[in-house]
């Protein structure tokens, strides 16, 4: 049961997520019971997807956290768009489904959810258990056609292309084109007013132009986020570039001299004093120059899309799932065919010691916009084309590799 008083929860301030999550709504005991198998299902799956659940009736709140320990009964906001939006923002809620005609489905939380880009999708809740019967006009653009006979199988798969959605770029698609940080993004393509802007953001618009602002390293080492990166034996590998993921090993304070970093959060923007970004659209470009050039605080902050550095991101089908960031940083490195690639910290969430480095706490699984398949099928692609000397430390990737390799002949 959440230990949220339910009067902060009506007021839009729930407790700030950690994990991306699923907010479901239903009226009766019949609507949740009709979900239970979806439910089940969607926890043994995605075990980094925070499941929520609420009803128009707070009293069935007690139940549904005695009946769903798994999940958290929470509260739902008071319909005020300011209380809607904040409580879709601390509870990260990626997709809201509403079992059998819930009362919550007001216009008030519709436009919430419409604003920020959130799936909306309405279940029925026959005796033999819930349907996705249709996307709620809320968010017409993602629209979908869902069969009212949808077995569980068949939910799951459309929910799981749902979750894998960039909403951060849903959301700067609806957003006004040509406010400032969008007119300093198309200025950077202009060669008058590039070098102009260059004290405070620089675009590298393509591989050669990243070559030459690393200095055309001979050595890369990447680190991923796995407890593999705090391996003490990278410390004394000499390495020209250090490529690093988000900014999460800036608190352990080993190997933090990173000089590309590989993201696309406005958080990892502002914590990194000085490094060049590798981001994975136009989007995350304008959002970092809104959080960085227009913040005179923040230092310089050069960046680069990935897809105009590394050709092999769009050659893979990753289908409804995107690459991780670390797949991104070990794409750009192959590109720049270094002499030498070190690689840790990529540990495919097997590592026994958890997710990451000192965290018992997160889920040792990848979030629902990747998965495991198919980031280890391209991280060996990139692997098998790479002609240089090859430095992997982590026993999961490793053995992974190691296979690959007698699979091809290497």
Same mark, same amino acid.
């Given at each position: 049961m959440s230990g949220r008083p339910r009067w902060l929860e009506r007021l839009g301030l729930p407790e700030k997520a950690s994990?991306?999550?699923?907010?479901?709504?239903?009226?009766?005991?019949?609507?949740?019971?009709?979900?239970?198998?979806?439910?089940?299902?969607?926890?043994?799956?995605?075990?980094?997807?925070?499941?929520?659940?609420?009803?128009?009736?707070?009293?069935?709140?007690?139940?549904?956290?005695?009946?769903?320990?798994?999940?958290?009964?929470?509260?739902?906001?008071?319909?005020?768009?300011?209380?809607?939006?904040?409580?879709?923002?601390?509870?990260?809620?990626?997709?809201?489904?509403?079992?059998?005609?819930?009362?919550?489905?007001?216009?008030?939380?519709?436009?919430?959810?419409?604003?920020?880009?959130?799936?909306?999708?309405?279940?029925?809740?026959?005796?033999?258990?819930?349907?996705?019967?249709?996307?709620?006009?809320?968010t017409a653009e993602r629209r979908l056609s869902l069969d009212g006979g949808t077995a569980v199988a068949e939910a799951l798969r459309q929910i799981g292309e749902m979750l894998a959605r960039d909403l951060k770029q849903s959301r700067d698609a609806t957003r006004e084109r040509w406010g400032p940080s969008r007119l300093l993004l198309e200025l950077c393509h202009h060669p008058r007013w590039r070098h102009r802007l260059a004290w405070r953001v620089r675009r590298l618009d393509d591989l050669a132009a990243l070559?030459?602002?690393?200095?055309?390293?001979?050595?890369?080492?990447?680190?991923?986020?796995?407890?593999?990166?705090?391996?003490?034996?990278?410390?004394?590998?000499?390495?020209?570039?250090?490529?690093?993921?988000?900014?999460?090993?800036?608190?352990?304070?080993?190997?933090?001299?990173?000089?590309?970093?590989?993201?696309?959060?406005?958080?990892?923007? &502002?914590?990194?004093? &000085?490094?060049?970004?590798?981001?994975?659209?136009?989007?995350g470009c304008a959002r970092l120059i809104a959080a960085r050039a227009l913040d005179p605080r923040l230092g310089p902050a050069g960046f680069f899309d990935v897809h105009d550095v590394a050709p092999a991101l769009a050659a893979f089908d990753w289908g409804h799932l995107r690459p991780t960031n670390g797949a991104t940083m070990l794409a750009t490195a192959v590109a720049l065919r270094p002499a030498r690639l070190i690689v840790a910290g990529i540990d495919l969430f097997q590592h026994p010691e958890g997710a990451y480095p000192g965290d018992a706490a997160t889920a040792n699984a990848y979030t629902p916009a990747h998965s495991r398949e198919s980031e280890l099928e391209f991280l060996l692609g990139l692997l098998a084309g790479f002609e240089g000397e090859l430095v992997i430390v982590g026993d999961i990737l490793s053995a992974a590799w190691a296979r690959r390799r007698q699979e091809i002949g290497r």
């Amino acid at each position: 049961m959440s230990g949220r008083p339910r009067w902060l929860e009506r007021l839009g301030l729930p407790e700030k997520a950690s994990e991306r999550a699923l907010w479901v709504a239903a009226d009766s005991r019949a609507g949740f019971e009709a979900a239970a198998a979806l439910l089940a299902e969607l926890g043994a799956r995605q075990p980094r997807l925070r499941l929520l659940l609420t009803s128009a009736d707070e009293a069935l709140l007690p139940w549904l956290a005695a009946r769903f320990p798994a999940c958290r009964a929470v509260a739902s906001p008071w319909p005020v768009p300011a209380l809607v939006n904040e409580y879709l923002h601390r509870s990260d809620i990626r997709l809201a489904l509403f079992v059998g005609g819930s009362r919550l489905a007001v216009p008030g939380l519709l436009r919430g959810l419409e604003r920020r880009a959130v799936p909306a999708v309405l279940a029925d809740a026959p005796a033999d258990g819930c349907r996705l019967v249709s996307a709620l006009p809320a968010t017409a653009e993602r629209r979908l056609s869902l069969d009212g006979g949808t077995a569980v199988a068949e939910a799951l798969r459309q929910i799981g292309e749902m979750l894998a959605r960039d909403l951060k770029q849903s959301r700067d698609a609806t957003r006004e084109r040509w406010g400032p940080s969008r007119l300093l993004l198309e200025l950077c393509h202009h060669p008058r007013w590039r070098h102009r802007l260059a004290w405070r953001v620089r675009r590298l618009d393509d591989l050669a132009a990243l070559a030459e602002a690393l200095g055309r390293p001979k050595s890369i080492m990447c680190l991923g986020n796995g407890p593999s990166s705090t391996d003490p034996a990278l410390a004394g590998m000499a390495r020209d570039r250090l490529f690093r993921v988000n900014h999460g090993w800036l608190r352990h304070g080993y190997l933090s001299d990173a000089d590309v970093v590989f993201t696309t959060g406005r958080p990892s923007f &502002k914590a990194i004093p &000085k490094c060049i970004f590798g981001l994975q659209s136009e989007d995350g470009c304008a959002r970092l120059i809104a959080a960085r050039a227009l913040d005179p605080r923040l230092g310089p902050a050069g960046f680069f899309d990935v897809h105009d550095v590394a050709p092999a991101l769009a050659a893979f089908d990753w289908g409804h799932l995107r690459p991780t960031n670390g797949a991104t940083m070990l794409a750009t490195a192959v590109a720049l065919r270094p002499a030498r690639l070190i690689v840790a910290g990529i540990d495919l969430f097997q590592h026994p010691e958890g997710a990451y480095p000192g965290d018992a706490a997160t889920a040792n699984a990848y979030t629902p916009a990747h998965s495991r398949e198919s980031e280890l099928e391209f991280l060996l692609g990139l692997l098998a084309g790479f002609e240089g000397e090859l430095v992997i430390v982590g026993d999961i990737l490793s053995a992974a590799w190691a296979r690959r390799r007698q699979e091809i002949g290497r």
